[in-house]
């Protein structure tokens, strides 16, 4: 199974949005598949931001937002913060009952 | 509160196995299976696979599936991954993670502190 995949990179100003794209197949987020966003520090455990496309476990901020269109699924920080500046992962359920992580994006916030 | 706490760091010679353990408390240890997930220096999230602790049931990634063996003992709570023929490219921190079995769009909601495994001769 082939990582999905995600920009190396994105980076913006505080206060702007910056989106992250994750880019699949019909067999994990093109499917009627849940996928998932990690937050991960340096040095840190990843945290959970988004899962089953958009849904915010409770204490994660409105500020990050999940969609997906056909294979491609998209994390949204809105009002970007400086603690925002970090590794993300998508991650996808795949239709032989496996899990799949996307190669990972770092975010700048300049 | 919910924890899964992992064994120490390891070094091993190339060739050599490893048994990294994650002990889980603060809910139903059978009720959640447990994923495990390699991350190497500066490199993303790889998913290795997962055991059932009801059942002991488990799925294993293709890319490590002759290598990896998954265990439980449910009377302590505690998973455990076992990897052999260990290369320098396993050189990487090894998590677990629990996700609610039941709940098809559950993700990995807790994850344990990882465990850093050093292959070297």
């Known amino acids: 199974q082939s990582a999905l995949i995600q920009p190396r990179s994105v980076s913006g100003s505080p206060g702007q949005s910056v989106t992250i794209s994750c880019t699949g197949t019909?067999?994990?987020?093109?499917?009627?598949?849940?996928v998932s966003w990690y937050q991960q520090h340096p040095g840190s455990v990843p945290k959970i931001l988004i899962y089953?496309?958009?849904k915010r476990p409770s204490g994660v901020p409105d500020r990050f937002s999940g969609s997906k269109s056909g294979n491609t699924a998209s994390l949204t920080i809105s009002g970007l913060q400086a603690e925002d500046e970090a590794d993300y992962y998508c991650?996808?359920?795949?239709?032989?009952?496996?899990?799949?992580f996307g190669g990972g994006t770092k975010l700048t916030v300049l | 509160q919910v924890q899964l706490v992992q064994s120490g760091a390891e070094v091993k010679r190339p060739g050599a196995s490893v048994k990294v353990s994650c002990k889980a408390s603060?809910?139903?240890?059978?009720?959640?299976?447990i994923h495990w997930v390699r991350q190497a220096p500066g490199q993303r999230l790889e998913w290795m696979g997962y055991?059932?602790?009801?059942?002991?049931?488990?799925k294993y990634s293709q890319k490590f599936q002759d290598r990896v063996t998954f265990t439980r003992d449910t009377s302590a709570s505690t998973a455990y991954m076992e990897l052999s023929s260990v290369t320098s490219e396993d050189t990487a921190v090894f998590y677990c993670?629990?996700?609610?079995?039941?709940?098809?769009?559950?993700?990995?909601?807790?994850w344990g502190q990882g465990t850093l495994l050093t292959v070297s001769s």
């Open positions: 991650c996808s359920f795949v239709d032989d009952y496996s899990w799949v």
């Open positions: 055991i059932n602790p009801d059942n002991g049931d488990t």
């Open positions: 603060g809910y139903t240890f059978t009720r959640y299976a």
């Open positions: 019909s067999s994990d987020v093109g499917g009627s598949n849940p």
């Open positions: 993670a629990r996700r609610d079995k039941a709940t098809r769009s559950a993700p990995f909601d807790y």
């Open positions: 089953d496309v958009n």
